[in-house]
């Protein structure tokens, strides 16, 4: 009798853990599916009471915070959405780190203003190197010379060049 | 370090000098030597121990880039062309439409500094614009 007393506890007790339990998980599941339902809009994060889904988090776009709530409406037991997410535009991509073609196409250009002034010079950038070729007067190549170390070239190759 | 030994006549002139700022790095066997030279005098000096130490400047182990710091606004500067004129253009740039011309020897103001090499100038007879720092030099 004593025992059989109790298995009625307990059995009863197991019954009131189920019962409380049943109704507690229902916020719980429609978290999961909602989460389950945003995977694709990372930053996202929902919490569920009483069946009211709030969303909170940062989003790129207006459009990303729309489809996040109806994503979230949809979801099976969801009495409403209140949408807490913020927009918040990625920042820019950082500018392409200047090439180094970039940086010889800059030289070239401040080198060519230089050059075109000296007759029977002519000069060539590649990586940062200005290569002088042909022929001066030693008075002329020094003017020359200061010009485009002025340009903070690399080197200033000009081992085609001819003194006269 | 080789390099910075076979220079270091033109390191220590600099020094020497009072060559303000200076930097010698020694990059990819190339030296690279920068500062401000307190007149265009010692700039001149110090170009001249460069050509001594490598002839007409063509083993190319150096780049030497020292600004003078007397070129400053209002300073004169004489126009160190060979033999010709000196054009003065509206903005700075070899394309630039020219808007006058500066004899050479003549004494020209330095207004503003666009780059290292584009400055303002103003002539004596009022025509303003760019010119090419390769012909201005600064008159202590």
């Known amino acids: ?164 | 370090m080789a390099l910075q030994d076979k220079y270091k006549e033109l390191i220590d002139a600099a020094n020497a000098a009072g060559v303000s700022g200076l930097q010698v790095n020694e990059q990819d066997g190339v030296l690279h030597i920068d500062g401000e030279a307190p007149s265009g005098a010692v700039k001149d000096q110090l170009w001249g121990i460069y050509g001594k130490i490598d002839p007409n400047f063509l083993t190319g182990d150096v780049v030497m880039n020292i600004d003078v710091a007397t070129a400053v606004a209002g300073a004169k500067l004489k126009v160190t062309t060979d033999a010709t004129n000196l054009n003065i253009r509206k903005g700075p740039g070899t394309d630039q439409p020219i808007v006058g011309k500066a004899a050479h020897n003549e004494i020209v103001s330095l207004i503003s500094k666009q780059s290292d090499q584009w400055w303002l100038i103003r002539t004596d007879g009022g025509v303003e614009g760019y010119a090419s720092t390769t012909y201005l030099t600064p008159v202590e």
């Not at chain 1, 200047?98 to 800059?106: E, G, K, L, N, S």
């Open chain 1, 1 to 164: 009798m004593k025992l059989k007393h109790l298995t009625a506890v307990v059995l009863s007790m197991g019954l009131l853990f189920m019962i409380s339990c049943k109704g507690k998980p229902k916020d719980a599941d429609i978290q999961a599916t909602v989460v389950a339902a945003l995977q694709s809009t990372p930053g996202v994060t929902a919490d569920v009471k009483d069946g009211v889904v709030t969303l909170s988090g940062t989003v790129a776009t207006e459009a990303d915070k729309d489809a996040a709530e109806n994503t979230a409406k949809v979801a099976q037991g969801v009495k409403s959405v209140v949408n807490n997410l913020t927009v918040t535009p990625p920042p820019p991509p950082p500018p392409p780190a200047p090439a180094a073609a970039d940086a010889d196409a800059t030289l070239k250009t401040a080198v060519e203003g230089i050059v075109k002034d000296f007759p029977g010079i002519t000069a060539d950038v590649k990586d940062g190197v200005i290569t002088i070729t042909g022929e001066s007067k030693a008075d002329r190549w020094k003017k020359l010379k200061i010009a485009l170390d002025g340009l903070k070239p690399k080197k200033v190759d000009a081992s085609g060049l001819k003194i006269k």
